[in-house]
């Protein structure tokens, strides 16, 4: 999983993903793949540690007359990888990504409110 906007700069690079300067305050009609592969995979849980990389391929492949009608199961149809592979994970690691997430979703609470 990943959590910070700063670790899918080298992905979305690599797939020719505009990229804002501001990672995290930038205009989504301007830089809808960008905005896309942030909410897509923020906060996800991947079955290998390239997933990442991978899916801003996917990401960067959708047209821009799509991107904005893209839902979850959309993503997934056209191969985002998602999910966790039990293989590589622990239990204990399946517990920090838990409190990991409810924190991430605590703190962006916290800031959509304060706008």
Request: with cysteine.
């Amino acid at each position: 999983m990943i959590a910070c906007p700063e670790l899918l700069v080298k992905p979305a690079q690599d797939a020719f993903i505009p990229i804002p300067e501001n990672l995290e305050d930038y205009d989504v009609e301007e830089y809808p793949h960008w905005h896309v592969y942030l909410m897509l995979q923020l906060g996800s849980s991947m079955p290998d540690a390239r997933a990442h990389f991978h899916n801003a391929h996917v990401v960067s492949r959708i047209s821009d007359e799509d991107i904005f009608d893209l839902t979850g199961n959309d993503a997934i149809n056209r191969g985002f990888k998602v999910g966790y592979s039990y293989e590589t994970h622990s239990r204990g690691h399946h517990i920090a990504i838990l409190w990991v997430i409810a924190v991430v979703c605590i703190i962006s609470t916290i800031f959509y409110i304060l706008r």
